[in-house]
């Protein structure tokens, strides 16, 4: 582990948080190996830090853990579709931003009913996963909505496939990501409703570690791997390589 004061080096290990459950981003495969854009990010950083992939210890990190698991120690960085938020940073740090995102809707492919936001007030359900971002804004924005909150979106998107709910919520990296694993089975439908800035997860006043990461993301940038990952893991989602965004330093 690194602990605030510590070099790159000064462990034999490195543990990062990461999630399981998202294919195109971060999913664990059946051999336990695990892929995905954020896991790219993750592993080229721990690289550039000192950390070959045999030194990298990784740990589940569902949305509702990450600020837990950083505050207690348990990883030296979290990089698991984390939006920077000014909510998050009164308890944690971040590096980046690495990723823009948006959220949007995801429905079964037959569904003509839900075309977009203004679809939502019409007693609606709709899944989300708790303590992310997305049904926090949901619950603001539109109280007519049935909000259902689930550990993780794969459980949400089976809860589509069945019918139990009428639509999931999260980032449209994230759903193209499910809508890709089940070709059609689901859609996206309507526009982005937010601007989400993923960041990388550290514990609050390691600023040592933050620059670190802050200056792995702009050499994955720059030398063209960052665009090698986005796309070997969206190009199938028909996604068009957006610019990174500027590290905030």
């Not at 336990?32 to 830090?49: I, N, P, Q, W």
């Not at 949400?156 to 919520?169: F, G, K, P, Q």
Request: with cysteine; hydrophobic share 35%; proline share 5%.
């Amino acid at each position: 582990m690194l602990a605030a004061a510590c070099t790159a080096h000064d462990s034999d290990k490195i543990t990062i948080g990461v999630k399981f459950d998202q294919p195109g981003l971060s999913v664990k495969r059946p051999d336990g190996t695990l892929s995905g854009f954020d896991v790219d990010v993750a592993r080229y950083v721990a690289g550039r830090l000192g950390y070959p992939t045999e030194r990298i210890t990784w740990l589940e990190a569902p949305s509702g853990q990450r600020e837990m698991l950083l505050r207690n120690g348990q990883v030296d960085y979290v990089v698991a579709t984390y939006s920077i938020t000014d909510s998050r940073l009164e308890k944690v740090d971040f590096a980046g931003p690495y990723l823009l995102a948006g959220q949007s809707l995801l429905v079964r492919a037959d569904n003509s009913d839900i075309t977009g936001t203004a679809s939502l007030q019409r007693h609606k359900k709709l899944c989300s996963v708790s303590g992310s971002t997305p049904a926090q804004r949901i619950k603001d924005r539109y109280p007519g909505v049935q909000l259902q909150r689930y550990d993780t979106y794969s459980a949400c998107v089976e809860a589509l496939r069945n019918d139990a709910i009428d639509a999931v919520t999260t980032d449209d990296v994230i759903l193209a990501g499910y809508a890709a694993q089940s070709p059609g089975a689901f859609k996206l439908v309507g526009e982005r409703f937010s601007r989400e800035e993923y960041g990388i997860g550290v514990r609050k006043g390691n600023d040592g570690l933050r620059h670190r990461i802050n200056d792995a993301i702009e050499q994955m940038e720059r030398d063209g791997s960052w665009r090698a990952a986005f796309i070997d893991n969206f190009g199938a989602a028909g996604f068009a390589v957006p610019d990174p965004p500027p590290v905030a330093r």
